[in-house]
């Protein structure tokens, strides 16, 4: 059986011979069908142009037209060691693209470069970019020798530019290879006419790179790509980047914090219980709880954890005629999450012949960029170096696919760059001042279980007593603060977010916070909670699904019935009921005021007059 | 020994889940020839045995006897959700296309109507790029033009997996997921999964298909394959083209070129 195939991109300037390269490839190694150089042949003599071996390659009626290649195409054959897919990426700067394209999938390249010519703009261009795409591997073919009598003088001279290049992006060929591709020379069989020459023939050297690999070794990353519910099972589908996971792990998912144990992993049509799977392999696994997971979340070891990032900066390289501005606002992809960042700052626009590298404002097309990205929800990734396939994405504009991204550095959202100010009034003299302590209430509960009512009540009932007091309530932030947000699974997780954020500063202005927020996934509260830290108070404002639809103080039940409003809490979207909060009222057993007295003596217990005398004792974590 | 085959298989699934989960209306062309029935079980792989959208056949009612009960008997047994569609006469199709280049463009018609009756936003297609050399140039998400139109000179970019999902109003994609496989692989997989296979791929009296189209535009080549060990055996020391049956292939220069341009498979 065959090995494992070898991915091949073959670069360089326009003319230079890549297309030449290949056709002689296919042929040298028997590996084009019965019939095909006769109707090369044929179709040569039709147009009246002489036979080249390209014309094997370009399928297209343009391409054979104009004798260029247009769009990158792959192709097989196989050498007596191994099969291969050759990848045809073309030269004009116009398709760029397309070389873009064909290289990011290659295990190795051959860069090809004209012996007379020597490696121009676009064989650096293209050099730089195999680099960036992650292309390590690198032979350079010094084609057409037979154009200047196979000098080895002329030989080394153009090798030596090209090592030069490529020593200074870390580069180090594997070979330079001197060879004539329309006559054959050093392509399948040694030529005599470079006596001089001791290294490997191109077939030589495909046959010594290796294919990529990718180790099991590397911290696990399991980007979520779906979650199906083919029956009762729940699968959260993807494929593992890096690492591996085993049925048993306790898997972490980041951004949300979430976790859960692997109860299984999911194959169909495999006889045995699969328990362990790899980087490279698409899976799916099923968790031992409900946690809110979705595309994008990426599942992690808590050991190894993926940094979150609200600014990063990328190595960037742009591939449309719209340049890239400092600030304007585009969707980076990162695996499979999508997050919409903006252009803060343009550090370096790298001119690729000579490396040097200039600030500026915009990037444009084809040009290669350092650029500094600000997300407004945070954003699980690597650098690039550490773990490239969640270290590097693409940015997409409108529908386009506009650009593609390493991540080079990262401020990690946790140790920003923020200097805390330390105030000068401390929170004991705003205790002491107000007469009670700041903190979060934070009722949870379904609609029309009675939240914003006893809200509302307590928010007057604190007031009344003089004390600091306000109500932060779910609909009312949605018009202000939070109107940029929608109700996609994000846009709500950030809209708990914020809220938390706000009721913290509320609490550390000396305030007694009411937030009233349906809040229904455990995952978000317990963000709220690290925001909160001890100054949160979880309070499940408790009453039946029935009692509440009844009740419809908004009528919303009867429109998410009606299917109305699609992902209703308690309808058509889960509510995930508190299992330690800090107090449950039961608004279906107590009248109002009941509620009202139970709520308040709670609050009055925890941050009234009697807690503050044992307050030179506590220690505030700020 | 067969690393090679779980990498494309592991691609082909996370190509497939892309799919799914991106574009919102999703069909999948089933010829019911080796590769679309490789890309079946994929599916049943990638969703764990149930295929989450339907499954187009479009039919020319040219096909061989033995594809139409391969067909019934495979959509009874794996519950697949079957749309046949029938494709419109030759007489009206472009009369300036070679004639038997003419009669491959019905199902190119077909599937016009088919988009456009179910406003489909995705299909999925069984297609290689060592089929044919206009396929080699493929993307695995192809946008298409309401009217089918391929612009081969301005294909999205596609690298590092990150594939084109976004698209305007009345344009459609062709999702690829076979496109890295070739049709040794193809056989090798078969064999390996236990796919379910036409007879008509297996040698009888000295001839098999080894691309099966429509009666009066595909014949049989010569081989005495008669097993898919024999068939891999075969394919491995062949020289002559996989579509040398496809007699619209070797019409003229450029007929294959001219027939995907305006939407074919």
Same mark, same amino acid.
């Given at each position: 059986m065959p090995h494992s195939q070898l991915r091949i991109v073959i670069v360089g300037h326009v003319d230079h011979g890549k297309s030449t390269l290949i056709g002689r490839l296919l042929n040298d190694t028997g590996s084009l069908p019965d019939g095909k150089v006769e109707q090369v042949r044929e179709m040569s003599r039709k147009r009246g142009m002489p036979f080249e071996w390209a014309f094997v390659m370009d399928a297209l009626q343009a391409e054979r037209d104009q004798g260029i290649t247009i769009d990158t195409t792959q192709i097989h054959f196989k050498t007596k060691q191994r099969p291969y897919v050759i990848i045809d990426a073309?030269?004009?700067?116009?398709?760029?693209? &397309?070389?873009?394209?064909?290289?990011?999938?290659?295990?190795?390249?051959?860069?090809?470069?004209?012996?007379?010519?020597?490696?121009?703009?676009?064989?650096?261009?293209?050099?730089?970019?195999?680099?960036?795409?992650?292309?390590?591997?690198?032979?350079?073919?010094? &084609? +057409?020798?037979?154009?200047?009598?196979?000098?080895?003088?002329?030989?080394?001279?153009?090798?030596?530019?090209?090592?030069?290049?490529?020593?200074?992006?870390?580069?180090?060929?594997?070979?330079?290879?001197?060879?004539?591709?329309? &006559?054959?020379? *050093?392509?399948?069989?040694?030529?005599?006419?470079?006596?001089?020459?001791?290294?490997?023939?191109?077939?030589?050297?495909?046959?010594?790179?290796?294919?990529?690999?990718?180790?099991? /070794?590397?911290?696990?990353?399991?980007?979520?790509?779906?979650?199906?519910?083919?029956?009762?099972? $729940?699968?959260?589908?993807?494929?593992?980047?890096? %690492? $591996?996971?085993?049925?048993? /792990?306790?898997?972490?998912?980041?951004?949300?914090?979430?976790?859960? +144990?692997?109860? !299984?992993?999911?194959?169909? &049509? =495999?006889?045995?219980?699969?328990?362990?799977?790899?980087? %490279?392999?698409?899976? %799916?696994?099923?968790?031992?709880?409900?946690?809110?997971?979705?595309?994008?979340?990426?599942? =992690?070891?808590?050991?190894?954890?993926?940094?979150?990032?609200?600014?990063? !900066?990328?190595?960037?390289?742009?591939?449309?005629?719209?340049?890239?501005?400092?600030?304007?606002?585009?969707?980076?992809?990162?695996?499979?999450?999508?997050? $919409?960042?903006?252009?803060?700052?343009?550090?370096?626009?790298?001119?690729?012949?000579?490396?040097?590298?200039?600030?500026?404002?915009?990037?444009? $097309? *084809?040009?290669?960029?350092?650029?500094?990205?600000?997300?407004?929800?945070?954003?699980a990734l690597d650098l690039a170096s550490d773990l490239p396939r969640t270290g590097r994405g693409a940015l997409i504009d409108g529908n386009d696919v506009v650009g593609g991204c390493l991540v080079v550095e990262i401020e990690d959202a946790a140790a920003a760059n923020i200097t805390e100010v330390s105030h000068t009034v401390s929170l004991e003299e705003r205790a002491q001042a107000n007469g009670h302590k700041g903190g979060i209430v934070w009722l949870t509960g379904l609609s029309g279980a009675g939240k914003s009512t006893l809200a509302m009540a307590l928010e007057r009932a604190l007031f009344d007593r003089g004390w600091q007091t306000f109500v932060l309530d779910g609909d009312n932030v949605r018009n202000g603060l939070n109107a940029g947000l929608g109700f996609s699974s994000d846009d709500r997780a950030e809209n708990i977010r914020r809220v938390a954020e706000t009721a913290k500063l509320f609490a550390d202005a000396g305030m007694v916070v009411i937030a009233s927020l349906i809040s229904p996934l455990k995952s978000d509260r317990a963000r709220a909670r690290v925001i909160g830290g001890e100054r949160f108070h979880e309070v499940h404002v408790a009453a039946d699904l029935a009692t509440c639809e009844e009740r419809d103080p908004k009528g919303l039940y009867k429109k998410a019935r009606a299917g109305e409003i699609a992902e209703f809490t308690g309808i058509s979207a889960p509510y995930e009921a508190p299992d330690q909060p800090e107090l449950v009222i039961d608004t279906d057993a107590l009248s109002r005021s009941e509620a009202l007295a139970q709520l308040l003596d709670y609050v009055d217990e925890t941050l009234g007059k009697n807690s503050l005398k044992s307050e030179k004792e506590l220690t505030y974590v700020i | 020994m067969s690393a090679d085959l779980d990498q494309l298989e592991n691609q082909s699934i996370y190509i497939l889940r892309e799919a799914y989960n991106r574009i919102d209306k999703l069909a999948m062309l089933w010829s019911i020839g080796k590769d679309s029935n490789a890309l079946l079980w994929l599916c049943r792989k990638a969703f764990f045995g149930r295929i989450p959208f339907p499954v187009v056949q479009l039919d020319t009612a040219m096909e061989l006897p033995e594809v139409y009960e391969f067909r019934d008997r495979i959509t009874k047994e794996w519950n697949l959700d079957l749309k046949v569609e029938q494709c419109p006469p030759e007489e009206e199709m472009d009369q300036t296309l070679p004639p038997l280049t003419r009669a491959a463009a019905r199902k190119t018609e077909g599937l016009k109507n088919l988009l456009r009756d179910h406003a489909y936003q995705g299909v999925m297609v069984g297609i290689r790029r060592d089929e044919q050399a206009t396929r080699a140039k493929e993307r695995v998400f192809s946008p298409r033009s309401l009217e089918g139109d391929w612009d081969v000179k301005d294909q999205p970019a596609e690298f590092w997996d990150h594939y084109k999902t976004r698209f305007p109003e009345g344009v459609h994609v062709r999702i690829h997921p076979l496109l890295a496989w070739t049709e040794l692989d193809i056989w090798r997989y078969s064999q390996r999964e236990g796919i379910p296979i036409v007879p008509l791929y297996f040698a009888r009296d000295g001839k098999r298909y080894r691309s099966l189209g429509e009666k009066n535009i595909t014949f049989p080549v010569d081989s005495n394959a008669s097993t898919i060990d024999e068939i891999i055996a075969e394919l491995q020391v062949t020289r002559i083209p996989e579509r040398a049956g496809r007699a619209m292939d070797n019409e003229s220069e450029d007929s294959f070129e001219r027939l995907r341009s305006v939407g074919y498979m």
């Amino acid at each position: 059986m065959p090995h494992s195939q070898l991915r091949i991109v073959i670069v360089g300037h326009v003319d230079h011979g890549k297309s030449t390269l290949i056709g002689r490839l296919l042929n040298d190694t028997g590996s084009l069908p019965d019939g095909k150089v006769e109707q090369v042949r044929e179709m040569s003599r039709k147009r009246g142009m002489p036979f080249e071996w390209a014309f094997v390659m370009d399928a297209l009626q343009a391409e054979r037209d104009q004798g260029i290649t247009i769009d990158t195409t792959q192709i097989h054959f196989k050498t007596k060691q191994r099969p291969y897919v050759i990848i045809d990426a073309p030269g004009h700067t116009e398709f760029l693209k &397309n070389m873009v394209t064909g290289a990011s999938q290659a295990d190795a390249a051959l860069l090809v470069i004209d012996a007379d010519e020597g490696a121009l703009e676009q064989s650096r261009r293209h050099a730089f970019l195999l680099h960036l795409l992650g292309v390590r591997q690198v032979a350079v073919v010094v &084609n +057409k020798m037979d154009k200047v009598e196979f000098s080895s003088r002329r030989y080394e001279a153009v090798a030596q530019e090209i090592k030069d290049y490529l020593a200074e992006l870390g580069l180090q060929p594997k070979a330079v290879i001197p060879v004539s591709a329309r &006559n054959g020379d *050093n392509i399948v069989s040694r030529s005599e006419q470079s006596d001089w020459y001791l290294g490997p023939t191109v077939i030589e050297q495909l046959d010594a790179f290796r294919p990529q690999q990718t180790s099991p /070794d590397q911290p696990l990353r399991f980007p979520l790509q779906d979650v199906y519910k083919p029956d009762d099972r $729940r699968i959260l589908a993807g494929r593992i980047e890096s %690492g $591996r996971l085993r049925v048993g /792990d306790t898997l972490h998912f980041s951004p949300t914090g979430a976790s859960a +144990k692997v109860v !299984s992993i999911e194959a169909w &049509n =495999h006889p045995e219980t699969v328990l362990s799977a790899q980087a %490279g392999q698409s899976i %799916g696994i099923t968790l031992d709880k409900r946690i809110f997971a979705e595309r994008g979340h990426i599942a =992690h070891h808590q050991a190894d954890a993926p940094t979150l990032a609200h600014r990063l !900066s990328v190595r960037l390289f742009w591939l449309v005629s719209d340049p890239l501005v400092v600030g304007k606002t585009y969707t980076l992809k990162i695996a499979t999450g999508e997050h $919409r960042v903006t252009v803060e700052q343009v550090t370096a626009v790298i001119d690729v012949e000579d490396l040097s590298s200039t600030p500026g404002k915009a990037v444009r $097309r *084809n040009e290669v960029a350092e650029v500094v990205l600000r997300s407004r929800s945070p954003i699980a990734l690597d650098l690039a170096s550490d773990l490239p396939r969640t270290g590097r994405g693409a940015l997409i504009d409108g529908n386009d696919v506009v650009g593609g991204c390493l991540v080079v550095e990262i401020e990690d959202a946790a140790a920003a760059n923020i200097t805390e100010v330390s105030h000068t009034v401390s929170l004991e003299e705003r205790a002491q001042a107000n007469g009670h302590k700041g903190g979060i209430v934070w009722l949870t509960g379904l609609s029309g279980a009675g939240k914003s009512t006893l809200a509302m009540a307590l928010e007057r009932a604190l007031f009344d007593r003089g004390w600091q007091t306000f109500v932060l309530d779910g609909d009312n932030v949605r018009n202000g603060l939070n109107a940029g947000l929608g109700f996609s699974s994000d846009d709500r997780a950030e809209n708990i977010r914020r809220v938390a954020e706000t009721a913290k500063l509320f609490a550390d202005a000396g305030m007694v916070v009411i937030a009233s927020l349906i809040s229904p996934l455990k995952s978000d509260r317990a963000r709220a909670r690290v925001i909160g830290g001890e100054r949160f108070h979880e309070v499940h404002v408790a009453a039946d699904l029935a009692t509440c639809e009844e009740r419809d103080p908004k009528g919303l039940y009867k429109k998410a019935r009606a299917g109305e409003i699609a992902e209703f809490t308690g309808i058509s979207a889960p509510y995930e009921a508190p299992d330690q909060p800090e107090l449950v009222i039961d608004t279906d057993a107590l009248s109002r005021s009941e509620a009202l007295a139970q709520l308040l003596d709670y609050v009055d217990e925890t941050l009234g007059k009697n807690s503050l005398k044992s307050e030179k004792e506590l220690t505030y974590v700020i | 020994m067969s690393a090679d085959l779980d990498q494309l298989e592991n691609q082909s699934i996370y190509i497939l889940r892309e799919a799914y989960n991106r574009i919102d209306k999703l069909a999948m062309l089933w010829s019911i020839g080796k590769d679309s029935n490789a890309l079946l079980w994929l599916c049943r792989k990638a969703f764990f045995g149930r295929i989450p959208f339907p499954v187009v056949q479009l039919d020319t009612a040219m096909e061989l006897p033995e594809v139409y009960e391969f067909r019934d008997r495979i959509t009874k047994e794996w519950n697949l959700d079957l749309k046949v569609e029938q494709c419109p006469p030759e007489e009206e199709m472009d009369q300036t296309l070679p004639p038997l280049t003419r009669a491959a463009a019905r199902k190119t018609e077909g599937l016009k109507n088919l988009l456009r009756d179910h406003a489909y936003q995705g299909v999925m297609v069984g297609i290689r790029r060592d089929e044919q050399a206009t396929r080699a140039k493929e993307r695995v998400f192809s946008p298409r033009s309401l009217e089918g139109d391929w612009d081969v000179k301005d294909q999205p970019a596609e690298f590092w997996d990150h594939y084109k999902t976004r698209f305007p109003e009345g344009v459609h994609v062709r999702i690829h997921p076979l496109l890295a496989w070739t049709e040794l692989d193809i056989w090798r997989y078969s064999q390996r999964e236990g796919i379910p296979i036409v007879p008509l791929y297996f040698a009888r009296d000295g001839k098999r298909y080894r691309s099966l189209g429509e009666k009066n535009i595909t014949f049989p080549v010569d081989s005495n394959a008669s097993t898919i060990d024999e068939i891999i055996a075969e394919l491995q020391v062949t020289r002559i083209p996989e579509r040398a049956g496809r007699a619209m292939d070797n019409e003229s220069e450029d007929s294959f070129e001219r027939l995907r341009s305006v939407g074919y498979m």
